[in-house]
Nanobody, 118 residues
Framework: VQLVESGGGLVQAGGSLRLSCRASGMITSVFNPATLAWYRQAPGKQRDLVARMASGATTDYADSVKGRFTISRDNSRKMIYLQMNSLKPEDTAVYYC??????????WGQGTQVTVSS
């Protein structure tokens, strides 16, 4: 299984980006009930949860991104998305997608850089 992220880049404050993550090699019966998430890690800081979505579409978000970021999934394509609006310089970080399947196996993407300029 390989998680392949895309969509990062450089954007001005107030702008938007959409991150995508494809679960390559994961069968649908494993992906569909899994919990999906996005984390981020800024230089010199720990990796923190940004947004999470359970199989039943229940979501939770870090307080710092509530109302600005939206996590979504496309089970048919085994894709995870993170729509990021009203970006701030403090959102600058490497963003990682994460999947935890129902057996507790944990998968990580390689990370994609998001840089927000002021």
């Amino acid at each position: 299984v390989q998680l392949v992220e895309s969509g990062g880049g450089l954007v001005q404050a107030g702008g938007s980006l959409r991150l995508s993550c494809r679960a390559s090699g994961m069968i649908t019966s494993v992906f569909n009930p899994a919990t999906l998430a996005w984390y981020r890690q800024a230089p010199g800081k720990q990796r923190d949860l940004v947004a999470r979505m359970a199989s039943g579409a229940t979501t939770d978000y870090a307080d710092s991104v509530k109302g600005r970021f939206t996590i979504s999934r496309d089970n048919s394509r085994k894709m995870i998305y993170l729509q990021m609006n009203s970006l701030k310089p403090e959102d600058t970080a490497v963003y990682y997608c994460n999947i935890v399947d129902i057996r507790g196996s944990n998968y990580w993407g390689q990370g994609t850089q998001v840089t927000v300029s002021s």
